[in-house]
């Protein structure tokens, strides 16, 4: 199976960062993934690590430890539209398993 | 051009009806699923077809059937609807598996059951 744990909520000022950090237990990972969802929309694809390391998008930035279970999504620049869940999901084979999201809300 | 298309995007139903959710993806890829996103925004698979072959059935009740005519179509029909089964369906696609891009979702189908 695949525990994944991430905060359910984080508030940020526009212009601010904000990291939103996951762990995981799982069994034959092989990639680790960040969702956007926008209330009422579909989740869309951020990011993906399969190595250990740093990934970076833009204003966005994913890292991942295997060693550690641990992953995390960097949000420079935040602007009112970043407002949203992100999703953390482990990867196997044909399968995501999602955390339950973290609530990011962006202030002016 | 939508890449994974549902329909219907809402559906309101009473307790014991069958109801039929229908999904199709243009992207060209082999394998669909679906996720069931409840109350808490919790993400968990249901089902994933891979070239028409039924690869994943998590722990759903049988009154969930899924059915892929082709590997384009995944359609989810629902019996004797019940009270839990209210929450938001999710279609995905993607190309062999969730690696590298992980998946392309569908709009979304909001059921509720009165």
């Known amino acids: 199976g695949q525990n994944i744990d991430q905060p359910t909520e984080m508030t940020a000022t526009e212009g601010a960062i904000v990291q939103i950090n996951c762990t995981y237990q799982?069994?034959?990972?092989?990639?680790l993934f960040w969702y956007q969802q926008h209330a009422g929309e579909a989740p869309t694809f951020l990011s993906y690590?399969?190595?250990?390391g740093l990934e970076e998008k833009g204003r966005f930035s994913s890292f991942l430890s295997r060693s550690k279970g641990y992953s995390y999504l960097l949000l420079k620049e935040l602007q009112m539209k970043d407002s949203a869940s992100y999703l953390c999901?482990?990867?196997?084979?044909?399968?995501?398993?999602f955390g339950a999201g973290t609530t990011v809300t962006v202030r002016a | 051009d939508t890449a994974v298309s549902q329909t219907p995007k809402y559906l309101v139903t009473q307790m014991g009806n069958d109801k039929s959710i229908k999904c199709e993806q243009n992207?060209?890829?082999?394998?669909m699923y679906w996720y069931k996103q409840d109350s808490k925004k919790f993400l968990k698979i249901m089902f994933s077809?891979?070239?028409?072959?039924?690869?994943i059935n998590e722990t759903v009740p049988n009154r969930f059937s899924p059915k892929s005519p082709d590997k384009a179509h995944l359609n989810l029909h629902i019996n004797s609807l019940e009270l839990g089964d209210s929450a938001v369906y999710f279609c995905?696609?993607?190309?062999?598996?969730?690696?590298?891009?992980?998946?392309?979702f569908g709009s979304g189908t909001r059921l509720t059951v009165v």
């Open positions: 995905a696609s993607s190309q062999g598996g969730s690696l590298p891009y992980g998946y392309t």
């Open positions: 999901a482990a990867g196997r084979d044909y399968k995501l398993s």
């Open positions: 992207l060209g890829h082999d394998t």
């Open positions: 077809y891979n070239n028409k072959e039924l690869i």
């Open positions: 799982t069994s034959g990972f092989n990639g």
């Open positions: 690590n399969v190595l250990d």
